[in-house]
């Protein structure tokens, strides 16, 4: 298997050229400090010290060794336990990968340095600039990207920046001296980015672009970069920028070309779109298209839906929008109601119709529902071909759908999603996303790259309707690197037919295009670019107050009509025009635009964009109508299953309301993002300072109740991140609460949170009877409340499973049929029943009755929807499986989902690894699964299983073939304490096994 480490930019890896996510922080971190010292040995006090920034637990060199075994696994899959592996290699005390130039970018990049340096000095100039060219062409950003969290990190990674800085610079001088600015021309301007300040690095910018033909940006560099230097330092540029400020000065403006404008032409990309429509015509498929701004990955799209629509296939587009204002689920809004005429109740009705005055509470198995269908949609439209463009400005859902359908495409339907692979670099969501899509059989990747000489000559002779010279297509070639876009913004621009200079950016263009309009003219298109790119020209006339007419701007290639919509033909467009608005003004604009918004009435759609303008205007807007509108926007993200959309609107309409005084409204939102985070991944992903902020609002406006609820809230947030000391004093806190208080309810939640407390500390006896009082409170009052339904399942969920471990297993295995039935066709309550059940049945050793519990709960989630307890169930079915394989699979499992950082149950499921070993004859693995076990068990306090570690830890040593006399003695211990506990049903399994010891 052949593996790719890139460090030079964020931390990528690559297995057989699929990208897979990276692993956990703290692993992560591990990976890019050794990856940034490769061949050297970093010793394991110092990476404790840089990977917990000087304040590391006491365990943190046992954690270290985990990451390392976790690591070589990531790195080498299907690796043996505890076998060392090929690349993270232990030399002396510390650690080291050992990864070459086809591995890791970095020794890549190092090696072609050294091949540019060996070219130089042998007299071979060329050579030795394309050496450094691809070198530098390996660089993606900053070093480490993303890792950078501590001084002595950010120096390691530093240390690399300036390396790369350094090529830049020598290779600039080289390019320069030979005439061949462009094959440096991206390295420098990264370079740049990267070092704002860094003098030799934006001196052969500014040079290089120079010559280039670029003037117009050279001199742009020049100024920012003076501008810098005496805003930020209090100095002048040296003489290195000021020299290439005199070159780019005294270089001649570059031959302009005649030229006249005309579109709809499509040149090249005959090898991208002879793929595209084999995809077309041997559906199912799945292709990806990536490219810079203005490679034209939506014109070679325009061709495949054509060559789509000559064969019967129906295209339908979903585009997404830049900017925060952009409701959830945007492209799926719009492609969906194309297929679908009349909209069933449920999930689909709610994605994409209005639904103000029933917004329904945030549920995360609505989700699973809801990708179903679509799923379901696609399979029943017949041939379809779904273009999703712009993938890169995508929410989180549209993502995860897409991810969904692409794993489950259905046999005659084409998914393409395009996107861009710089400005902005792909993010931590889309990159999770095509990891996943990666792995699905039969994916296509495109890339667009620049057009050659000959197809720039082919789309300028398109466009002017004349045929240009050698010189002018030298020129705009290297002013543009290519791009399809630039191409056409420059040869329809009317100085090419005239000595003036070309502007070197479309911001130029843009700009250049926006003389001699007036003020009305400019303020359209202002508020046109804070809209979107797409504009309705009703709302734009609320805006501005009176009708302005478009057609000078249409003339200028400022804005299409489409239709009814007004469009800006790129986004590029849009966003130059956006950034010529200085920010005082672009308050105003949003606040204009939200008053407009509500005028023209508010609709599923509008409601997250007003929130966005009326968010974006600041101190202009009234807080309290700001955090309505956020609000609102959360409601209507949250029922379209857009739940990490509906976080952040709540946590911006608290902010807002907490900074205003406004505590009902705060506490609103705080009370529903609690619910948000809760229902999808359990309480610990809730930040205990929203929580703690949370229950002082609700005491401090006299809710007993809502109060009550959110400190349950934190401590079972504590509790199932096994933070045992708090989670304990604040189940004692409740427990009192509910002893002084008459509300049957605060009484519930006391004797709950004193229940599981026992539990944890192993006291079974005690939990059964203090869970058992709490489900007689709540027989007695039925009031509806939404984490009072959560509490309802995990109560009954805890007593059943609390019961067995007392003893009786048949009335612990009714209540959880009970509770089954009682589920429904509710996704969640199946998945926390079934999880019950599951872990239940592998405590007592049904394999049967697991597998059963598994697999109905994993069949009511399939899309993981619960990580919290879909973590559970998917170990569940593994231990059912008792086999090598599943072992390992659990144990992959754990590693990801339960380990960094720690979760409750750990030193269970730890302890059921080590039994799926024990079962598959691999005793070493069993031994280390077990010393996991009871590691965690020491070092969390949660101890309601430690009978069955004991148990296990008898059994090894029993299939080790050691002294009856000795397995006797470990299994009478995990007897004695079990009873003492009243742990009967642990107590009863080592009195069966005892039985069996001759």
């Known amino acids: 298997m052949a593996t790719s480490l890139w460090i030079l930019g964020p931390l990528r890896i690559w297995q057989d050229g699929v990208e897979i996510p990276i692993p956990p922080r703290h692993q992560a971190h591990l990976l890019a400090l050794l990856l940034a010292r490769p061949g050297r040995a970093t010793s394991i006090a110092e990476l404790v010290d840089l990977i917990w920034q000087h304040d590391p637990p006491v365990t943190a060199v046992n954690a270290l060794q985990r990451y390392v075994g976790a690591l070589r696994r990531v790195l080498q899959p299907g690796l043996p336990a505890r076998a060392a592996g090929s690349y993270l290699i232990r030399k002396g005390s510390g650690y080291l990968i050992e990864a070459g130039p086809e591995v890791l970018d970095l020794a890549a990049f190092r090696e072609l340095v050294g091949t540019a340096a060996a070219a130089l000095a042998g007299g071979e100039p060329d050579a030795a600039l394309d050496a450094y060219a691809r070198g530098l062409n390996l660089w993606h950003g900053p070093a480490g990207d993303g890792l950078r969290s501590d001084t002595a990190v950010a120096a390691i990674f530093a240390a690399l920046d300036r390396e790369f800085l350094d090529a830049c610079v020598a290779a600039a001088e080289i390019a320069g001296a030979l005439g061949r600015p462009e094959p440096v021309l991206p390295a420098l301007r990264l370079a740049a980015a990267m070092a704002p300040l860094h003098e030799p690095v934006h001196a052969g910018l500014i040079a290089t672009l120079g010559a280039s033909g670029q003037q117009s940006e050279a001199l742009s560099v020049f100024h920012a970069v003076r501008r810098r230097l005496v805003e930020e330092l209090g100095v002048e540029p040296g003489p290195a920028i000021r020299r290439a400020h005199r070159q780019v000065l005294a270089s001649p403006a570059p031959e302009p070309a005649p030229g006249a404008h005309a579109a709809g032409v499509f040149v090249g990309r005959a090898a991208e779109l002879a793929m595209l429509r084999r995809t077309v015509e041997s559906a199912p498929g799945l292709v990806l298209v990536e490219g810079e701004p203005g490679s034209g990955k939506t014109r070679l799209l325009e061709e495949m839906a054509s060559a789509a629509g000559q064969r019967g296939v129906r295209t339908v587009w979903g585009r997404c929008l830049d900017g925060a204002g952009t409701p959830s689920m945007w492209p799926w809004t719009q492609a969906l109601p194309v297929l679908v005429d009349d909209l069933p109740a449920g999930e689909l009705r709610r994605l994409v119709a209005s639904y103000d005055d029933d917004p329904a509470p945030p549920d995360q198995g609505r989700r699973s529902r809801l990708f179903d269908q679509v799923v379901a949609v696609f399979a029943a439209a017949g041939p379809v071909l779904l273009i999703l463009d712009d993938l890169q400005w995508a929410d989180v859902a549209s993502l995860e759908l897409f991810t969904h359908l692409a794993t489950r495409l259905p046999g005659r339907t084409v998914l393409v999603g395009a996107f861009r692979d710089r400005a902005p670099v792909p993010g931590s969501d889309l990159r999770r996303a095509l990891a996943s899509i990666e792995r699905v059989p039969g994916r296509r990747r495109i890339r667009l790259g620049p057009l050659t000489p000959a197809e720039v000559t082919d789309l300028l002779r398109a466009e002017t309707g004349e045929e240009p010279g050698a010189a002018v297509v030298r020129g705009i070639h290297a002013r543009t690197a290519g791009n399809p876009f630039f191409v056409r913004e420059l040869a329809r621009f009317p100085a090419v037919s005239g000595s003036a200079e070309v502007p070197a950016s479309v911001r130029d263009v843009v700009r250049d ?191 007993e109740r809502e109060a009550t609820d959110l400190l349950f809230s934190r401590r079972a947030a504590h509790s199932q991140a096994v933070e045992l000391q708090v989670s304990g004093r604040l189940a004692g806190q409740l427990f009192e609460q509910g002893n002084a208080s008459a509300d049957p309810v605060v009484r519930a939640y006391g004797l709950h949170a004193w229940g599981i407390h026992q539990w944890d500390l192993g006291n079974v006896g005690e939990a059964v009877r203090h869970l ?227």
């Open 513 to 703: 295009r926006m003389d001699g309009l007036d003020d009305q003219a400019r303020e359209l298109l202002q508020v046109a670019a804070f809209i979107g790119r797409d504009v309705d020209p009703a709302l734009l006339a609320g805006v501005l107050g009176v009708d302005v007419p478009v057609e000078p701007l249409t003339a200028r290639g400022l804005l299409d009509l489409a239709g009814d919509t007004l469009r800006f033909p790129h986004d590029l467009v849009r966003e130059a025009i956006a950034g010529t608005t200085p920010s005082p003004g672009a308050n105003h604009l949003h606040l204009r635009i939200a008053d407009a918004l509500e005028r023209t009435g508010p609709g599923s759609a509008a409601a997250e964009r007003l929130a966005h303008h009326l968010w974006s205007a600041g101190p202009l807007a009234d807080p309290a109508r700001t955090a309505a509108a956020l609000l609102r926007a959360a409601d209507q993200a949250a029922a379209k299953s857009a739940l990490e959309a509906a976080a952040r609107h709540l946590n911006s309409a608290a902010r807002v309301a907490r900074t205003a005084g406004l505590a009902e409204v705060e506490l609103a939102a705080l009370t529903r993002l609690t619910a948000v985070a809760g229902m999808s991944a359990g309480y610990h992903s809730s930040a205990p300072e929203m929580l703690r902020r949370a229950e002082h609002l609700a005491r401090v406006l006299g809710r």
């Open 772 to 998: 058992n009082q709490m489900s007689r409170v709540i027989r007695d009052d039925r009031g509806a409340e939404p984490l009072r339904y959560d509490l309802r399942l995990m109560s009954a969920g805890m007593l059943a499973e609390t019961t067995a471990l007392h003893g009786d297993l048949p009335t612990a295995r009714a209540m959880l049929d009970a509770l089954a039935a009682e589920a429904g066709d509710d996704p969640y309550a199946i998945t926390v029943a079934a999880s019950f059940a599951a872990r239940t049945a592998a405590m007592a050793g049904d394999r049967s009755w697991a597998r059963a519990a598994a697999e109905r709960g994993i069949a009511a989630d399939p899309g993981f929807s619960y990580t919290f307890f879909g973590t559970y169930l998917r170990l569940a079915r593994c231990w059912a499986s008792a086999d090598a394989a599943a072992a390992a699979s659990a144990a992959k499992i754990i590693s990801e989902r339960l380990l960094d950082p720690p979760r409750s149950n750990l030193h269970t499921w730890y302890g059921l690894l080590a039994e799926m070993w024990l079962t598959a004859g691999r005793l070493d693995e069993a031994t280390a699964a077990l010393d996991r076990a009871e590691h965690f068990l020491e070092a969390h306090g949660q101890r309601y299983a430690e009978g069955l570690l004991l148990l296990l830890r008898a059994r090894l040593r029993h299939a080790r073939g050691e002294p009856a006399a000795t397995v006797r003695a470990a299994a009478e211990r995990a007897r004695a304490l079990s009873a003492e506990r009243e742990a009967h049903l642990f107590a009863r399994r080592a009195t069966e096994f005892l039985a069996t010891i001759k």
